[in-house]
């Protein structure tokens, strides 16, 4: 069974430009969530996305923003970046639904904003 | 906000010691995942816990879940230089949330 499947896993952008982080979910899983994690931070949840609606939205402004299609691919974009956004953002999947949900994660896009 | 506390936050230790790994809060879990990290990598999950009490054992290591379900710990006995890496838990506090809250994780480096 495939993993979770997140493109690209590096890239470099420059302030001021936007970037979208693509994330294919495992199979059958139809929850899809997004996380930054930075070294003082850690791991800090962006938001979650379940059947094409978002459902869960962590503390991030609005530059942030994702989607998901019919698929349950997901996508997330972040605008006008900032130095701060230099991350490694992880995708999970999971089934999606119940407290006692486990989720699972991508590799990881690492983002470097200069 | 509902917090959930990792200790130590780094452990660097020789080949063959044992150590253990807390996973705190005051407020009672649902669930409880425990994720090992490789740099650069995702995480990848180790183990989940649902029931007070419980005791689940992956090869040297050995997870705990608290009878009142707001601790939990790993111990991994006579550790390897494979096992280097970050350890994260990460709990599902219930109520009708089920996104996990993370610790900020446990920085483990084995010397061989």
């Known amino acids: 069974k495939a993993g979770v499947t997140q493109t690209p896993r590096y890239l470099i952008k420059t302030r001021g430009q936007q970037v979208t982080l693509s994330c294919s979910p495992i199979s059958g899983h139809r929850s899809v969530s997004w996380y930054q994690q930075t070294p003082g931070q850690g791991l800090q949840f962006l938001f979650e996305y379940f059947s094409e609606t978002q459902r869960n939205k962590g503390n991030f402004p609005g530059r942030f923003s994702g989607r998901q299609f019919s698929n349950s691919r997901s996508e997330m974009n972040v605008s006008t970046l900032e130095l701060g956004d230099s991350a490694l953002y992880l995708c999970a999947s999971s089934l999606g639904g119940t407290e006692k949900n486990t989720i699972y994660f991508g590799e990881g896009s690492w983002l470097t904003v200069v | 906000t509902q917090l959930l506390e990792q200790s130590p936050q780094f452990l660097s230790i020789q080949e063959g010691e044992n150590l253990t790994v807390y996973c705190n809060s005051s407020?009672?879990?649902?669930?409880l995942q425990w994720y090992r990290q490789e740099p650069g990598e995702g995480p990848v999950l180790l183990v989940t816990v649902v029931t007070g009490g419980e005791v689940k054992k992956l090869k040297r290591l050995t997870f705990q879940f608290g009878d009142a379900r707001k601790d939990s710990s790993l111990h991994i006995t006579a550790a390897q230089p494979g096992d280097t890496g970050l350890y994260l838990c990460?709990?599902?506090f219930g109520g009708g949330s089920y996104i996990p809250t993370f610790g900020r994780g446990t920085s483990l480096i084995v010397h061989p």
């Open positions: 990460a709990g599902v």
């Open positions: 407020s009672v879990f649902s669930s």
